[in-house]
Structures are given as C-alpha cells and as structure tokens.
C-alpha cells in the first residue's frame, strides 16, 4: 500500500463498533475521550434514519457514551444533503420518523402527498401497507424515489426486523423503480459528513463492523479503514470480498493509541 497521510480526522460507525446491543464496547469510551481532548475532528455515524443527532447523543450518553450532538451523522442528514443539493426547497412524500423528517423540515422541505417531488422511504417501526401503497402511486405517478439506506434489516431483542432496504425492494417490484440509497456503502455519506466537519478524505480513517457497508464506503471516499471483529463481519468472511479494509483490529480498544 502507498503512504498514506497521517490520520488527522476520524469517522465511526456507532452499532458494532461502539455500542452492541446497548452496551457500550471496551474501549469506546476512552476512545471517544481521547478523540474529543485531541481536538481531531470526528463524526460518529450510522445508517439508522429513525432518530434526530439529538435523540442519539442522549442515548449514547445514556450508556456512558459522550458524543456532541454535531459530531453525529445520520443517513437521515445525509439524504437531506442530497436533496437539498439536488432540488433545493422541493416537496416529499415521506416514510420514515422524526430522525428523516426533521432533517427534511431543516433544509426547507415541504413534506405532502399531493404531487411530491420525491418519495422518501427510512426507518421505520411502523410500515403500514397504506403508506407503501400510497409510495407506489407516488412513484407511479412520477415522483422520484429515495431511500436513506439499503439495509434489509435491523436488530432488535427479539431478532431480525425487516428494514429499508427490504421495504424500498417491495416498492421496487410494484413499480419497476429502483431507488437512489443516500446512505452506506454510498461515498456520499462519507463525504457530506467530511464536508460537515471540514475534514478531507486523504488524511481520514473509517471505522467499520461490516465489510459490504463501512468498508467499501470508506474504501470508495479515499479513506483508510479499519474493520473491527466485534460487530457483524467475522474473521473467515473477510477474503469472501474482492476488496480489503487497511488494517484489521479486535475492538475499538486497539485504535485509542492511534489517536
């Protein structure tokens, strides 16, 4: 591998990485300690559209967690920053909770089911075939189609839950539409999130729990990355991709020196 430039800024997933099941990982403490007294920027990030930077930063403080809330990216903020990039004050159908429609009304968004420029499918703990019926016509009707992020499903204490990316497939099949997925593996994530801190690519480290999401976005923003074992890539599925992360580590808790 070429020289890289010194690690000057840092982007983190938070589940797998940080936290695991609501319990904070060994490590992330003081490895989020040493990145707020370093003075580095950083920006810890996650796919979950569902709740605000605010909403987050009380849940991880929760947990023992401190993380400022503009040091929190979401794919909710990020499909903000597309849109608003694209269609500045335009109208959307939305799906999703206060994480994606908060977002949406802080860029000027008007949020309608009459005629949107976009339908806009997130998270979600409460899909209604209602509301999908209501996208397919949308989307029939010429609305364009935007997801926040493809992930098929979601954690919870009882097991899998269908997620985004499971749903913006129905919709798919029902119109013959593909949506646009501002979220991971998508660079654009990645980018809008550096332009957020104003912090560049060449001298910035992701930290990921998966190959095919964290990784490959990092990976394709130029920036180094790191895999950690402590989420859902294992060990044995790491030669299964054409592609690999820089440096593969336990924990979180082998990165806090590298601050």
């Known amino acids: 591998m070429a020289d890289r430039k010194p690690i000057e800024s840092w982007l983190t997933d938070m589940d797998g990485v940080l936290i695991h099941e609501g319990v904070p990982i060994p ?62 004050e335009g109208t959307a159908y939305v799906i999703g909770e206060a994480g994606l429609t908060t977002a949406l009304h802080d860029i000027g968004y008007i949020l309608t089911d009459h005629e949107p420029d976009y339908v806009v499918l997130g998270e979600t703990r409460t899909y209604s075939f209602e509301a999908m019926t209501k996208a397919v016509r949308l989307i029939n009707d010429g609305a364009r189609f935007i997801c926040t992020n493809p992930d098929e499903t979601g954690p919870s204490a009882e097991g899998a839950l269908p997620a985004t990316g499971a749903v913006a497939a129905l919709i798919t099949k029902a119109t013959g539409k593909h ?81």
């Open 179 to 259: 949506p646009y997925f501002a979220g991971k593996p998508n660079p654009l994530m990645m980018r809008t999130g550096l332009n957020a801190i104003g912090a560049h690519s060449e001298n910035s480290a992701m930290i990921g729990d998966r190959m095919d999401t964290d990784v490959l976005a990092g990976m394709e923003a130029g920036m180094q990355t790191f895999l950690v074992l402590t989420g859902l890539t294992r060990p044995e599925q790491i030669e299964n991709f054409p592609y690999r992360p820089s440096k593969v580590v336990d924990s979180i808790a082998d990165l806090v020196d590298r601050i």
């Open 27 to 88: 490590g992330a403490d003081a490895f989020l300690k040493k990145l707020r007294d370093s003075g580095k920027p950083f920006l810890v990030l996650t796919n979950n559209s569902i709740y605000t930077p605010r909403d987050l930063h009380a849940r991880l403080r929760r947990m023992g967690l401190e993380v400022p809330i503009e040091n929190i990216w979401t794919s909710a903020l990020a499909t903000a920053q597309f849109l608003d990039d694209q269609r500045p």
